[in-house]
């Protein structure tokens, strides 16, 4: 599946960005979820049999990752996830999320991941990749 449509498949509202994971032997990029729901209409109405706990995120043959502002790490609710295509086969996938103190401030961090793929690990299977 294009990841553009992938994407829309995926609903992080009212979600948590619980870690950030990147590994450059690997050249994978994960971001980890409080629950990650799967969208199976033009929208999210409550769907919840896919629900994923503690789901991943992973971006394969990742080039680069940027967080910016630098300085904050992700770990409080999600905003949004959107790709754009760079050329065929490389997306810049765009992250938000904010990143909360111990007084309750907090600034959104924008994580931007350059790869060319996109999909969702369960933590019940980690072997298996959901693609679609």
Known sequence: MH???????IYLGDRGCKKIIMDGWNSEGR???????RVRTNQWDYYSDEDINNGCIVFSNVESIRMEPSGYIPNDSIN???VDELAEGTYLFTFSAYSANKDNESVEVITS???NGIHLE???N???QIID
Do not use: E, R
């Open 113 to 115: 991941i350059t790869a």
């Open 3 to 9: 990841p553009n449509a992938f994407i829309q498949t």
């Open 126 to 128: 980690p072997d298996k």
């Open 122 to 124: 369960d933590p019940i």
């Open 80 to 82: 949004y996830l959107k």
């Open 31 to 37: 971001i980890q979820v409080t629950t990650i729901s």
